[in-house]
Each structure stands twice: as C-alpha cells, then as structure tokens.
C-alpha cells in the first residue's frame, strides 16, 4: 500500500520561505511523476507543481512560477516543494500526490493516484 506523509508546513510571514517535503513508502518511488497540490478554505484544490518521473521535467502553476521549485531525491523516495516569496494567497494545505508510471509532470489531478494527508501553510500579512 503506498503511502505518502507530507511534512514542513507552518506559520511564515509574506516574504519568508519553507520547504515541504513528501516521503513515500509501501511502494516503487521512482520511475513515477509526482505533484503538489493545494487547497485553501471554500476553494477547489489546484494544481501547484509537477516533476515528471526522472526529474527531467517539470511544469508549475502561473501563480508560483519563479517563486516555487519541486524537486525530487529518489534514494530518499521524497519529493520537495521550496516555496519562497510566499505570500498570503498561498496559505492552503498541501497536498503531494503519485502520478503513473513512466509520466510526465501533469497537472490535471485525475492523473494522480495516490495523496497524502496534506500539511497547513500559512502566511501572514
């Protein structure tokens, strides 16, 4: 059974950074894409960041585009989200999530099979 634990979210000021990071287990890490999602109160999740399965590729969100960077450490079996310049419209809870064998970095969460629990990130103004 994969499973998949996010973990780094907190409480930063507009303008600070953080770092979430997913790590996975019960399952083969590499040779999937992975994503990050989020969702904030009363809105619909969407789509935040992609890293296709050899960590070759990678496709983010205009609203994070240049502040955001998804990364992945397959020894780990983690994937990473260094969200910088945050600001307060990025507070949601993050969610990663495991895409399909041998894919690329999709944005449609219909691609994604598996999701974590997801952590709070808040950021004040």
């Known amino acids: 059974q994969v499973q998949l634990v996010e973990s780094g979210g907190g409480l930063v000021q507009a303008g600070g950074s953080l770092r979430l990071s997913c790590a996975a287990s019960?399952?083969?890490?590499?040779?999937?894409?992975m994503a990050w999602f989020r969702q904030a109160p009363g809105k619909e999740r969407e789509f935040v960041a992609a890293?296709?399965?050899?960590?070759?590729?990678?496709a983010y969100a205009d609203s994070v585009k240049g502040r955001f960077t998804i990364s992945r450490d397959d020894a780990k079996n983690t994937v990473y989200l260094q969200m910088n310049s945050l600001k307060p419209e990025d507070t949601a809870v993050y969610y990663c999530a495991r895409g399909t064998l041998l894919s690329g970095p999709r944005s449609r969460s219909g691609e994604y099979n598996y999701w974590g629990q997801g952590t709070q990130v808040t950021v004040s103004s």
């Open positions: 019960g399952g083969t890490f590499s040779k999937y894409a």
């Open positions: 890293i296709n399965w050899s960590g070759s590729g990678t």
